[in-house]
C-alpha cells in the first residue's frame, strides 16, 4: 500500500527552525522525484522545493530560497524539509508529494506548520 507519512510539523517562533520528514511505503522511491507543497488557508496549494530522483538537482519557490534546503536518504526512502528563518507568512500545512515522470503521483496527508510569536 503506497503511503507518505509527513512529520515534524509544529509551533515555532518567527525566526525558528524546523525539519519536516515524509517516509514512504510501498512504490520504489528512488525513482520519484519528490517535492514539497505547502497550502495556507484561503489561499491555493503551491510548490515550496522539489528534488530529482537522484537528489542530484533541486528547485525552490523565490519565498523560501536561502531559507529552506531540501534533502532525501534512498536508502531510508525519506525525504525532508529543513526550515531556517521561519516567517508568520511561512504558515500553513505542508504536504509531500511523490511524482514519477508527471505520469503518476502521490500525496500524504500533510503537517501544520504554524509561525507565531
Known amino acids: 500500500q503506497v503511503q507518505l507519512v509527513e512529520s515534524g510539523g509544529g509551533l515555532v517562533q518567527p525566526g525558528g527552525s524546523l525539519r519536516l520528514s515524509c517516509a514512504a511505503f510501498?512504490?520504489?522511491?528512488?525513482?520519484?522525484?519528490m517535492s514539497w507543497y505547502r497550502q495556507a488557508p484561503g489561499k491555493e496549494r503551491e510548490l515550496v522545493a522539489r528534488?530529482?530522483?537522484?537528489?542530484?538537482?533541486?528547485k525552490y519557490a523565490d519565498s523560501v530560497k536561502g531559507r529552506f534546503t531540501i534533502s532525501r536518504d534512498n536508502f531510508k526512502n525519506t525525504v525532508y524539509l529543513q526550515m531556517n528563518s521561519l516567517k508568520p507568512e511561512d504558515t500553513a500545512v505542508y504536504y509531500c508529494?511523490?511524482?514519477?515522470?508527471?505520469?503518476?503521483?502521490?500525496w500524504g496527508q500533510g503537517t501544520q506548520v504554524t509561525v507565531s510569536s
Open positions: 528534488i530529482t530522483s537522484s537528489g542530484g538537482r533541486t
Open positions: 510501498g512504490f520504489t522511491f528512488s525513482s520519484y522525484a
Open positions: 508529494n511523490a511524482d514519477f515522470i508527471g505520469t503518476v503521483d502521490y
